[in-house]
């Protein structure tokens, strides 16, 4: 603990943003880099506690404590070789993660919890400016070929940390480019794709193979890939949306967010999107109905193109500002929480209902229809009552359906192999995370359903370690989960 009295003197301070009005002008990520001598004021609020809770509130285990203290101590080499130790991609959990580590610090008991996540940034922002991020290529092979289906955070830390057990290793991806919800769902404004580009390089340095464009299932039979390889890891995320099945669904105009922010990602990418297939909030009324992060996603992308309003819609209420008493401390705190793109402007709704789409004679949404709701509770089921009378229209042109996900898309790759699925629709597997096929594993979304980057990391390496101890009949590889 670097010092004693560092969360005494020191007040937690504030993400660093990009001015709004700045910022509305461009895709550039939002969120500014620390200066470090703030930085390390902060980490200085790091009470090394004798039981750190921050590491039970990170699924990947991160040495929280261990690293506050060597930045405080301006040790940034050290700092990341910690941090790396149990998190491949500490960038891209240090933009993005909503840090359940911070709702677990105990400082958090009777004060604002360490910045963790922007210490987390920073000390991985230094290493690659640093030239520390190198190829870690294996000194032994094994000859032992590894498949990995998807290339999410989970494929891709699977696919590091078997490679670095000597494995070969080829990651196949249908899309065109590699990095799941992290190319082609995040917006740029989020994370730009020059900080996934930097660590593809590293992962491509040490021997990974990439294939794009190889849907399993369609171009290559999921059998035939189990007969290729020594083991397959099916981490192809939980890609299938949840619809609104309500009267008008069928209106031009009505999106799943999956449909939408794709195509302004490819923009960004500098491909070039036809008109006619791109879909825009340039002057229209857009209602984003979901009011989580992936509702939020969809409100950045319609500032940025100029909408002319944006309704979020929400079925729950409004969350309370602090803690509720049923969800203490070390709980992750069921909040209201004002991400970037709420602070740009938009109007969010809570507690409404959409009863349908109203459309005109050209077969195009113009409105919806919406009902108060009042969430119920009976024996532990949650059910919502319509409020009498509270039925009323908002104009639409431009609908965004982001109400989350069912879980992984079941025809081609896991109808062809016969996987197991949970009761909640996800990839079965077993302590050893392997499906019921010999030899296929799992991780990531599409056995854990729609969760957060963080959890896929994590799930890929401990996923990387059921294989490698399956291959070579024990692992050295480090994991969290099991
Ligand atoms: C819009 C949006 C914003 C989000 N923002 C955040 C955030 O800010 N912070 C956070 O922590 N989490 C966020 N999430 C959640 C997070 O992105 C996911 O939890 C995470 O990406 C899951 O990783 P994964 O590797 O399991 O799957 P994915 O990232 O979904 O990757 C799966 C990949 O597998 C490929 N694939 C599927 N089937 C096949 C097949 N048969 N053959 C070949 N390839 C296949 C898919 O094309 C895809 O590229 C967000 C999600 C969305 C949708």
Not at 286 to 315: F, K, P, W, Y
């Amino acid at each position: 603990m670097g010092k004693a009295t560092g969360f005494i003197e020191f007040k937690r301070g504030k993400q660093p943003y990009r001015a709004v009005p700045e910022r509305l002008l461009d895709w550039r990520q939002v969120m500014a880099p620390w200066p470090d001598d703030v930085l390390k004021q902060q980490a200085s609020r790091c009470m090394d506690c004798g039981i750190p809770f921050c590491h039970e509130g990170c699924p990947l285990g991160n040495l929280i404590p261990d690293w506050n203290d060597l930045v405080y101590r301006d040790d940034w080499q050290d700092a990341i070789a910690r941090l790396h130790a149990t998190n491949n991609f500490p960038e891209f959990t240090g933009t993005l993660c909503p840090a359940p580590c911070e709702g677990s610090c105990v400082l958090g008991i009777n004060d604002s919890p360490v910045t963790i996540k922007a210490v987390e940034l920073t000390i991985i922002d230094h290493a690659f400016a640093s030239g520390w991020v190198k190829p870690e290529v294996p000194a032994v092979l094994t000859g032992k070929r590894v498949a990995v289906v998807g290339s999410g955070p989970a494929g891709l830390a699977a696919a590091q940390q078997l490679r670095r057990a000597g494995h070969e290793v080829h990651v196949l991806e249908r899309a065109d480019r590699i990095g799941g919800l992290l190319r082609y769902g995040i917006p740029e404004f989020k994370m730009e794709k020059r900080v996934l580009d930097q660590r593809l390089a590293q992962l491509a340095a040490e021997g990974i193979v990439f294939r794009t464009g190889c849907h399993v299932g369609v171009d290559w039979s999921a059998t035939d890939l189990v007969r290729d390889f020594d083991a397959v890891l099916l981490a192809g995320g939980a890609c299938a949306p949840r619809d609104l099945p309500v009267p008008g669904r069928e209106f031009m105009g009505v999106h799943f967010a999956m449909e939408y922010l794709p195509l302004q990602n490819r923009r960004c990418e500098g491909d070039s999107v036809p008109d006619h297939q791109f879909i825009s909030a340039e002057d229209k009324h857009v209602v984003i109905i979901g009011g989580g992060d992936t509702g939020a996603d969809c409100l950045g992308t319609t500032h940025r193109q100029r909408a002319r309003s944006v309704h979020q819609l929400e079925i729950l209420a409004r969350p309370p500002d602090e803690r509720a008493p049923e969800n203490p401390w070390p709980q992750w705190p069921n909040i209201y929480r004002v991400s970037a793109a709420h602070e740009e402007g938009g109007e969010r709704v809570y507690a409404v209902s959409t009863k349908r789409f109203l459309g005109d004679a050209a077969g195009h949404v113009t409105g919806l229809e919406l009902a108060e709701v009042r969430m119920k509770r009976v024996d532990g089921r949650v059910s919502f009552e319509e409020v009498p009378g509270s039925i009323h229209a908002l104009p639409c042109d431009l609908a965004l359906l982001a109400m989350g996900f069912l879980g992984p898309e079941r025809p081609g790759m896991l109808d062809q192999l016969g996987v197991r699925f949970t009761d909640r629709g996800n990839v079965w597997r077993d302590e050893r995370w392997m499906t019921n096929v010999p030899g296929v594993f799992t991780a990531g979304d599409m056995q854990r359903g729609q969760s957060l980057i963080v959890w896929a990391i994590a799930e890929g390496r401990s996923a990387a370690r059921g294989i490698d101890r399956y291959l070579m009949g024990g692992s050295d590889l480090p994991a969290p989960l099991d």
